[in-house]
């Protein structure tokens, strides 16, 4: 097993989380880091993704993640086993989220800024959403065995998204998900937001979405 | 469309959510009905469940179903319409769990209390397991496609519930879930759950999770 740094977040006592979070991006920008929030429900496949994503990415740029969970290092020593790339493992201690202190205090354990950094939410389509961690890009998973109508019953984390990636895809057939009206549903929270459909079990849709990351990275940065 | 009550909850201000929790439990036990806390991640096929259990139980037994949700009404009117049983929805307005107050507004709503009642919580594995809803049983869902580590990863709901039911069985040679290894993972958070591997699409398993909830009520409610 690799070994990864674990840190246990202090829980924030900031009540501006919105000009923390602010700043935070800002000064990743100066620094040249791209910092991608991913949040989706437990098991729609974040992990996985990511394996997948920063081996395609890693000829290109440096990458690092930082996997956030209540308790466990299951993903930060997967992710650093399978890709080789800056993990750290933060756990929350019970909360169900991050905010921007909380993502602050692990990037000062990554040991250095890569010029990309993902950060693996708590598993949790409703309270992620409430709280900006500073991120560049938010973006959100919604894996086919979940369903097609989760857009309609998580509205925030869709409304506030600028990334939908939609994940299992190869299990289409399986489950009755339609994805059409998937992308209805998500237009009616977001008429904005980039949907990308992927399988990292196939590979379908994994370049599209990794030269998506590289051109935002290289262009379009939210600030 | 079957027409379905909705009442958007209002924010609980009880600081004492256990002894209110307590107070519904003995309440309810007195007027002779049983109240199941249905908890899981989103889209890890509670309202499917409930419409099988239902319909199977409907012969031995009144129900009713409180479904809470975010925002939309579609579990209720399908569950409405799929058994024809009482169901009310419950909007949170953005509340991420429900507490013993919450869920005597929804059982106030029900128009009369039937034997038996399912509180298909917020599709969330985290805060909902952090507050006593007053329910006889809490039992949390664990879908195959979600993998058999997430009792590592949320550990306060699997600590927390009576029964851990694994759903989705059927698709058990699709998705790398190892069962025997999800029960293990189960075991360390809690020895003594009782747990039910079922399909609603197949029925597998079914008739024992009927039973076993038909035992429940008939002779060991918690108190």
Do not use: W
Request: net charge negative.
């Amino acid at each position: 097993m690799g070994k990864v740094r674990t840190i246990l977040l202090n829980q924030s006592v900031l009540a501006d989380n919105d000009g923390e979070a602010q700043r935070l991006r800002e000064e990743l920008k100066e620094k040249g880091t791209f910092l991608i929030n991913v949040m989706s429900s437990p098991g729609a496949g974040k992990t996985t993704l990511l394996v997948g994503l920063i081996n395609r990415l890693k000829e290109h740029i440096s990458a690092g993640v930082m996997e956030a969970d209540i308790d466990s290092d299951v993903d930060a020593v997967r992710v650093a086993e399978k890709t080789g790339c800056k993990s750290i493992q933060l756990h929350t201690g019970g909360m169900c989220h991050l905010d921007a202190q909380m993502t602050r205090q692990g990037l000062e354990g990554l040991d250095g800024l890569p010029r990309l950094i993902f950060l693996e939410n708590v598993g949790n389509l409703v309270c992620p959403a409430e709280y900006d961690t500073g991120a560049h890009l938010d973006a959100v998973l919604l894996s086919v065995p979940e369903g097609d109508d989760k857009p309609l019953k998580y509205p925030l984390v869709f409304q506030k998204c600028g990334l939908v990636i939609i994940t299992k895809t190869d299990a289409g057939d399986y489950f009755p998900f339609d994805l059409q009206k998937c992308i209805r549903n998500i237009r009616l929270r977001n008429p904005r937001a980039d949907i990308l459909p992927v399988s990292a079990k196939t590979g379908e849709g994994m370049r599209e979405l990794s030269e998506y990351i590289l051109n935002k990275i290289n262009g379009k940065e939210k600030t």
